[in-house]
């Protein structure tokens, strides 16, 4: 049973570009959140895709967006990317199960180093 | 801004020793988990706990969640280099565990 992935490991960017991230949650689960964790610190959420729709939301500009596609895999898109931007980016898949979800399972993440 | 401060930040300590790693908040959680995470790869899950005073043990790991769900402790008995790591309290606002605010994470290093 495969369980998060995320894609790709690695991606250096210069200031000003747009990157695209990617996630394919644990098998069975539908519900897919993001956080971004910078150096040093605990992870930050930016937000959650459920149902293809952005559910909740984090304190994060509108340069952060994020897109869920049918079969549940999600995309985070950032644009104008600043330096501050650089960080290990973290997906999390869970079920919801009614109004709860079940217990979270992160990716790998994918190292962003915008120079 | 993190409602969760965890300290220490930083634990070195050698092998078989016994420590306790902290993580209060000002906030009421329904439920609040643990996660190590090695360098380069995503947090993995150790623990939930949700009930006020609920004490669970996970082999040498004990982890307990205070009464009134704004704290919570992780003991480790007999630390083993392989016990290293980051590790990261997060709270659950609602029982949806829908948003999980991290804190600031304890990097424990064993020493052989």
């Known amino acids: 049973d495969a369980g998060v992935t995320q894609s790709p490991t690695h991606l250096i960017k210069t200031r000003g570009q747009q990157v695209t991230l990617r996630c394919s949650p644990k098998s069975g689960h539908d519900t897919v959140s993001w956080y971004q964790q910078a150096l040093g610190q605990g992870p930050q959420f930016i937000f959650q895709?459920?149902?293809?729709?952005?559910?909740q939301r984090g304190n994060f500009p509108d340069r952060f967006s994020g897109h869920q596609f049918p079969n549940y895999s999600s995309e985070l898109n950032v644009n104008a990317l600043l330096l501050g931007d650089s960080a290990l980016y973290l997906c999390?898949?869970?079920?919801?199960?009614?109004?709860?979800?079940?217990?979270?399972?992160f990716g790998q993440g994918t190292r962003l180093t915008v120079v | 801004t993190q409602l969760l401060e965890q300290s220490p930040q930083f634990l070195s300590i050698q092998e078989g020793e016994n420590l306790t790693v902290y993580c209060n908040s000002s906030s009421v959680f329904s439920s609040l988990q643990w996660y190590r995470q090695e360098p380069g790869e995503g947090p993995v899950l150790l623990v939930t706990v949700v009930t006020g005073g609920e004490v669970k043990k996970l082999k040498r790991l004990t982890f307990q969640f205070g009464d009134a769900r704004k704290d919570s402790s992780l003991h480790i008995t007999a630390a083993q280099p392989g016990d290293t790591g980051l590790y990261l309290c997060a709270g659950a606002r609602n029982f949806g565990n829908e948003k999980l605010t991290f804190g600031t994470g304890t990097r424990l290093t064993i020493i052989p």
């Open positions: 999390a898949s869970s079920y919801k199960l009614g109004s709860m979800n079940t217990e979270a399972f």
């Open positions: 895709y459920y149902e293809e729709e952005e559910r």
